[in-house]
């Protein structure tokens, strides 16, 4: 009988101190049930499956076909948030943290990442914390209306701002970029080909194809 606490535990993108934290319980003592290395009391089932998102039966379940099958490791590969202005640069994996992505996203491993939201332009569907998975948007395929999506804009010191929000093209064919926000500072639609003055480029860079929520 295997111990599935671990699979659903990188489900939900969380390292082994913060499910410690979020449990009350010690790493060292989580990471034995996790390996199976130490039996589990029963009074502290119920406060397991709660947190990590499963039933009693699925932590011990030995039915390896009941269990859907798990996506691949990604890399969070930044905040997303606007107005927030950065170098062009990139985190090497190792400072990244990992979450586990979708099983059925058929896109190559190299187009597959994640970003975490931060801040407001985005809260009434994606709150600050939550981790998007992503699949790098190419061009030359057609988005389709209130698809979220990955918006990159280069200034003309070469800073880079990326944020979230929800694409829609009108009957005009003009491409709009609309916040999900309950903030009135984040509530203007942006028109996608129009360009600040000290903006050099402005393009969408990913689509997203799953969410992950904090408690």
Not at 153 to 179: F, M
Not at 201 to 207: A, N, P, T, W
Request: aromatic share 6%; proline share 6%; with cysteine.
């Amino acid at each position: 009988m295997r111990i599935r606490l671990r699979q659903f535990r990188d489900r939900l993108g969380l390292t082994l101190e913060e499910m410690a934290e979020r449990t009350g319980s010690s790493t060292s003592q989580l990471s034995r049930w996790e390996a199976g290395k130490s039996n589990i009391p029963s009074e502290r089932l119920p406060m397991l499956a709660q947190h990590y998102e499963c039933r009693i039966g699925d932590i011990f379940d030995d039915d390896d076909s009941s269990f859907a099958p798990l996506g691949p490791t990604l890399y969070v590969r930044g905040p997303v948030e606007a107005g927030l202005w950065h170098p062009v640069d990139e985190q090497p994996d190792e400072d990244c943290q990992t979450f586990t992505g979708r099983a059925d996203v058929t896109a190559p491993m190299r187009d597959r990442f994640g970003v975490r939201v931060q801040g407001e332009s985005m809260n009434d569907a994606y709150p600050s914390g939550t981790i998007l998975e992503c699949v790098s948007f190419l061009g030359g395929a057609e988005i389709a209306n209130g698809r979220r999506v990955i918006v990159e804009r280069i200034n003309i010191a070469g800073e880079r701002e990326v944020t979230v929000k929800e694409y829609h093209r009108d009957d005009q064919g003009v491409e709009w970029l609309v916040p999900r926000s309950s903030n009135p500072n984040f509530q203007t639609p942006i028109r996608a080909d129009q360009q600040d003055d000290d903006i050099v480029q402005v393009r969408v860079v990913g689509i997203v194809v799953g969410s992950y929520r904090p408690e």
